[in-house]
């Protein structure tokens, strides 16, 4: 039975708008709740991440038993596809607190206070906190910064996870064999 030969680029993306439809999802359904700022959805977002990226190292080894998976493929399998992942989610809340909720930025400055207040922090300090933050808290810059946070999260759980989803090839001899079939080719 003959193994294909699947792309990281394109396995990637395709387990990157998984991910990222998944983030969405959760996003979603907090907003709709009315809680989009629950500590719960932050702790789901990490396990939606864990699972995603687990979820598609494990299947990447499968298909491609031949030729193995070393960790640092395994590590940039689980980095693209958190880099994939975050650019569908940093595009869809740009629309969400840009268009539909212009107001949830609001929203998220006054939970911010409330839990600096509940903290312990002066009215002072927090009301200069929050003036510092306000500048960049716009719809794009938000965005961007969904975009890092994601790609830093799944770098670090890939760091993990390549631990144990590496697989050594089938055939150790298997890109000796490949460069020399490069090399009669051309």
């Given at each position: 039975m ?8 394109h396995?990637?993306m395709?387990y ?9 999802l ?9 809680n ?8 789901l977002t ?5 699972g995603?990226?687990?979820y ?6 499968r ?5 193995g998976?070393?960790?640092?493929r395994a590590?940039g ?9 975050g ?25 911010m206070e ?6 312990g922090y002066?009215?002072e300090t927090?009301?200069k906190?929050l003036?510092a933050?306000?500048a960049f808290?716009?719809p794009g810059?938000?965005?961007f ?15 993990i ?21 490069e090399?009669?080719?051309?």
């Open positions: 003959e193994q294909e030969h699947q792309s990281v680029n396995f990637s395709m990157g708008l998984y991910l990222g439809l998944a983030l969405i959760n996003l979603l359904i907090f907003y709709i709740s009315g989009p700022f629950s500590e719960v959805s932050g702790f990490y396990v939606i991440i864990i995603c990226v687990g598609a190292m494990r299947t990447f080894a298909l491609n038993t031949e030729e998976m070393p960790y640092s590590l399998l689980g980095t693209l596809i958190s880099v994939f992942g650019i569908i989610f940093a595009f869809f809340a740009f629309i969400l607190y840009k268009f539909i909720e212009p107001g949830m930025i609001e929203k998220m400055l006054s939970v409330e839990k600096m207040l509940a903290q002066k009215d927090v009301e906190l003036g933050q306000k808290m716009t810059i938000m965005s910064a969904q975009v890092f946070t994601i790609t830093l999260m799944g770098f670090v759980f890939s760091l996870l390549a631990i144990f989803f590496k697989k050594e090839p089938e055939n150790p001899f298997y890109d000796v064999v490949n460069e020399e079939d090399y009669e080719n051309s």
